[in-house]
């Protein structure tokens, strides 16, 4: 059984910093990709990063140069780390895991999801 925990959301103001944690369990977890999804009140479930098993990485326009995710493949753990935040970065923040090893920025490519972790940037 695939579970992905995700930690580290809360209350910053605008320019502050998070960083969330995701810990895997349930299969080889560096084998996978993983990516942050982020879904705000009313609107649709939108791709934030992803990263691939060789730590190759992708971005949306929206996060780049202010988002960074790693992972750690020993502790079975992705981050994501979130500095010059904005009130529009306000979502609950998801964990997702792909059951490929092919890049992918696509919602219905993730196979497994965790249960999120708001985060709320104040202006």
């Known amino acids: 059984q695939v579970q992905l925990v995700e930690s580290g959301g809360g209350l910053v103001q605008a320019g502050g910093s998070l960083r969330l944690s995701c810990l895997a369990s349930g299969r080889t977890f560096s084998r996978y990709v993983m990516g942050w999804f982020r879904q705000a009140p009313g609107k649709e479930r939108e791709f934030v990063a992803a990263?691939?098993?060789?730590?190759?990485?992708a971005y949306a326009d929206s996060v780049k140069g202010r988002f960074a995710i790693s992972r750690d493949n020993t502790k079975n753990t992705v981050y994501l780390q979130m500095n010059s935040l904005k009130p529009e970065d306000t979502a609950v923040y998801y964990c997702a895991s792909d059951s490929d090893r092919t890049m992918t920025t696509q919602r219905g490519d993730y196979d497994y999801w965790g249960q999120g972790t708001q985060v709320t940037v104040s202006s």
């Open positions: 990263i691939s098993w060789s730590t190759r990485t």
